[in-house]
């Protein structure tokens, strides 16, 4: 059975940092998507960063770009998510999700593509 721990959340000022972690078992997450959504209340829930771990494909949701790293360690079946400059919109519940499906060899960040979903981790940024 495939699972998926977060872990890393916090509360921060703006321009702080955060590294997200999510540890999975159950499956070789090289071959698999994965992936980093977030859902602040009352919005939908959006894709932040995909990785296929097996050859590095690697996608960032434009909001996120420059301050956000996708990463993984094969040796912990574990993959991050470095966060630097925070910003207050960055406040959301993050979640680890894996099993989505690749489009032109980018792993898709669509909520609905993704099988499997860890329980979230909270961000909070502070102006």
């Known amino acids: 059975q495939v699972q998926l721990v977060e872990s890393g959340g916090g509360s921060v000022q703006a321009g702080g940092s955060l590294r997200l972690s999510c540890a999975a078992s159950?499956?070789?997450?090289?071959?698999?998507?994965m992936a980093w959504f977030r859902q602040a209340p009352g919005k939908e829930r959006e894709g932040v960063a995909t990785?296929?771990?097996?050859?590095?494909?690697?996608y960032y949701h434009d909001s996120v770009k420059g301050r956000f790293t996708i990463s993984q360690d094969g040796a912990k079946n574990t993959v991050y998510l470095q966060m630097n400059s925070l910003k207050p919109e960055d406040t959301a519940m993050y979640y680890c999700?894996?099993?989505?499906?690749?489009?032109?060899?980018?792993?898709?960040?669509?909520?609905?593509?993704?099988?499997?979903w860890g329980q979230g981790t909270q961000v909070t940024v502070s102006s």
């Open positions: 999700a894996a099993g989505g499906r690749r489009f032109g060899g980018e792993c898709v960040a669509s909520r609905a593509e993704y099988k499997y």
């Open positions: 159950g499956y070789t997450y090289s071959t698999y998507c």
């Open positions: 990785l296929y771990g097996s050859v590095g494909w690697i």
